[in-house]
């Protein structure tokens, strides 16, 4: 396999020799597998510090030694370092341990450190790790911590050019930091002997080369039925299959991780073929992903169980099982690490979007704590994102999290119903974008959230409204409309919005064909929920108090009629007509102590008295 150089590696080695000052940032608490043979064999898995000593070491630079506000100077990698540069400062070794101060009145290692790069006798190299540790802060910086930085600063316009064994070399002054703006701004900016270079992620050609390189090697190899990690890996092929798959499960990983990863699945004794496994043990901590226990039986099923809760929904209920199918059909493909669903509810309000979410969280996970909803009302603000992803260090806020990571890293498994996902703000939007492309989410704590096992839903009114003459919103959509014609204009409007009004049809493009539309309440389906809500309250009377509760036909078609009036509000009228003519009329006269407990009652009629709505009760026993 060809070698693959990651590209901070490869700036190293180009602006080593033409800047005085390298500043590394991003991922510098990981490890790295070393590319080349060197100091150390190539594949090596190395410490920052390490890999930087061993670099600088195959570019010939005689005095290499790290510095910190803790320890001072020093080099544990290997011996003869810290003695040559102690020479050159002309002081004692327990000098750079003891009394090399950063700061205060008798800040000693910045001037080491100048004199370091000043002298012209061997090519040195200074590494300062935990520089965001230097300072309390890089906009408020004290005298003291200005001279220090000034001294430095003063030291890589004079870093002298060095001629030793390797040829000529720059003195150089290389700061670890987490982020570039750790340090005060304008030591760097405009800062012509400065660059800063990113350490990422590793890639996924990094990830290939440490899986398919020696520390892998035995983990993978063909011995691996006496160590009884798996039931096969007979050819050369199977075992490409299985490394190339392990590489796709891992985008995202740190070499840390990866190695942790490799600990983990001999620990656990998980087979290599089940590489989905130990994934979902070291993100989610449990070894069966609640996917591969879904009763598949009741999903096909599934319809009958949604129009429990469901009416009247039939085309929207089957779109969305088939979206459900299919995730569950293409288990953990390690090409796509996206979330397992994504679905886009619209129509009338009151049809039974919610309700199909919850439905849907309780037939996947068997609970429906499994649901979450946030409202995107609620997210308008520019600064919305915090609040839903959580507040950056120092922010207010910032220990609590954010609602929807808090939520996912509670249960990775669940549905996430974003309502009215048109009201939030664009900033929001920007975040779908990489939670619908990438499955994952840093929070505001640096967290990696992972949204690659949730079903995710969007609601929107869009189409449902338009703005009129006078300013005011019409309804658009009729319940005279045909299903097919509603859909048409539905999707026509969702489409326009996404791509005309806001101007983000990459947002579009990732919901794809799974835009359910909702139909209006027609007045069968009227009459299915209105009977729902009726049993429904006859169960309740009937377990907390013993009420056996009957409505004769004529007391039904009042009931219905009231909900005739209502049918625009879709399920909600219904069940405000049976709140306000039902219940609370019925809770009325059980106050007044003309129902008794344990009592079978019919209802026989209703009748409006005083603007209120009395029923007629006859108690049988």
Sequence with gaps: METYIPKWHSELTIFSSVKSVLILEGNVL??????VE?????????????YLHHFFKDMAYQNIV???????????????????????????????????????????????????LEQNLEPSVVVMDFASRSIVSPDMLDQREVDSFT????????????????GIRKNLFVMIVNKLNDLPAWFFLNNPNGKCITLGY??????????????????????????GMADFCESPEELARIQDRFVGLTEGFTFTELNSLRRLCKNERIEMHAMTDVVDLYRYGIKENPWKKVDREKIRDGIRYFERRVKGQLPALT??????????????????????????????????????????????????????????????????????????????????????TNAVRKKPFSVLLFDEIEKAHSSILDKFLQILDDGRMTDGQGNTVYFSECVIIFTSNLGVYAEGENGKLRCVIDPKMSYDELSKTLKGAIEDYFKLTLGRPELLNRIGDNIVI??????????????????????????????????????????????????????????????????????????EGDIPEGSEVLITAFHNEGGYTVPDITVVN
């Design 202 to 227: 590793p890639t996924k050609e990094e990830r290939e080369a440490l899986v398919k390189g020696e520390n892998f090697r035995s983990f993978f190899s063909p011995d691996c039925y006496q160590r």
């Design 319 to 404: 779109k969305t099982l088939r979206v459900i199918k299919r995730a569950i059909a293409s288990g953990s493909d390690s090409a796509n690490k996206r979330p397992k669903g994504v679905l886009f509810f619209a129509g009338p309000t009151g049809t039974g979007k919610t309700e199909t979410a919850k439905t849907l969280a309780e037939l996947l996970f068997g609970d429906e704590s499994a649901f979450f909803r946030f409202d995107m009302s609620e997210y308008k603000q520019s600064h919305s994102d915090q609040k839903l992803l959580g507040a950056p260090p120092g922010y207010v806020g910032y220990e609590a999290g954010g609602q929807l």
């Design 518 to 591: 909702y139909d209006f309440m027609r007045e069968d389906t009227a009459h299915e929920i209105l009977k729902a809500q009726i049993s429904r309250y006859q169960k309740e009377l009937h377990t907390t108090r013993r009420i056996t509760l009957t409505l004769s036909e004529e007391a039904y078609q009042y009931l219905f009629e009231r909900v005739r009036e209502h049918l625009d509000e879709n399920g909600r009228g219904v069940r405000n007509v049976v709140h306000s003519h039902l219940e609370e009329s019925f809770e009325c006269r059980y106050f």
């Design 38 to 50: 060197g100091s150390v064999p190539k594949g090596s898995i190395l410490r920052l510090n390490e």
């Design 66 to 116: 790290f510095y910190n506000t803790l320890d001072g100077f020093s080099n544990s990698v290997e011996d003869g370092h810290i003695e040559r540069f102690c020479r050159l400062c002309g002081i004692s070794v327990w000098q750079t341990t003891v009394n090399a101060d950063f700061k205060g009145a008798d800040a000693t290692a910045p001037q080491y450190i100048k004199t370091v």
């Design 151 to 166: 001294r430095i600063l003063q030291a890589s316009l004079g870093a002298k050019d060095v001629r030793g064994e390797g």
């Design 30 to 35: 990981d490890s790295y597998q070393y590319p």
